[in-house]
T-cell receptor, first 114, second 116 residues
């Protein structure tokens, strides 16, 4: 059973650019969550999608957005990149049923903003 | 805001000894707690979880203890092995009526170092 797949694994952008990250969840999982991980702030919740709908959102500016497709694959977008957006962006999937919180994480997309 | 925290950023133990990683949480409304392990270059990996109506749960070589009175969570690893070397995160989730993977609040992490 394939795990959560994130692409690209590494990327370098410059300030002001925008970036799109992709996540393919485990087959059968309908919920996809995104987290930002930095040395200073640790793991912080960005948003969660279930059946193509954003179900929950963390405390990030509107430059951070996402979406989920009918096949449960998800993308997140960061516009007008800032130096502080440099981080490991982690995607996690789950079945999305009630009373289950186990998240399966991908290996992340490491974004460097110059 | 409320957050989950860990007592020590680094914990060094001898191979074969038992390890105890501690976590303090401040949100009394949290109903679900999880421990994750993150190895270098990888995403977090689920270890064990516990609901707020329990005070202990055991897995393979791991035990999670929850003390709601003092809002304390701990992860015990028996007979620590070199492969246990990683950063360990505790995470909490507030009571959520919608089900599914609600946003978790993670602690900063404890780096477990195994000495031969």
């Amino acid at each position: 059973k394939a795990g959560v797949t994130q692409t690209p694994r590494y990327l370098i952008k410059t300030r002001g650019q925008q970036v799109t990250l992709s996540c393919s969840p485990i087959s059968g999982h309908r919920s996809v969550s995104w987290y930002q991980q930095t040395p200073g702030q640790g793991l912080q919740f960005l948003f969660e999608y279930f059946s193509e709908t954003q179900r929950n959102k963390g405390n990030f500016p509107g430059r951070f957005s996402g979406r989920q497709f009918s096949n449960s694959r998800s993308e997140m977008n960061v516009s007008t990149l800032e130096l502080g957006d440099s981080a490991l962006y982690l995607c996690a999937s789950s079945r999305g049923k009630s009373n289950t919180g186990e998240l399966f994480f991908g290996e992340g997309s490491r974004l460097t903003v110059l | 805001g409320e957050s989950v925290g860990l007592h020590l950023p680094t914990l060094s133990v001898q191979e074969g000894d038992n390890s105890i990683i501690n976590c303090a949480y401040s949100n009394s409304a949290s109903d679900y707690f999880i421990w994750y392990k993150q190895e270098s270059g990888k995403g977090p990996q689920f270890i064990i979880d516990i609901r707020s109506n329990m005070d202990k749960r055991q897995g393979q070589r791991v035990t999670v203890l929850l003390n709601k009175t003092v809002k304390h969570l701990s992860l015990q690893i028996a007979a620590t092995q070199p492969g246990d070397s990683a950063v360990y995160f505790c995470a909490e989730r507030m009571a959520y009526s919608g089900g599914g993977a609600d946003g978790l609040t993670f602690g900063k992490g404890t780096h477990l170092i195994i000495q031969p």
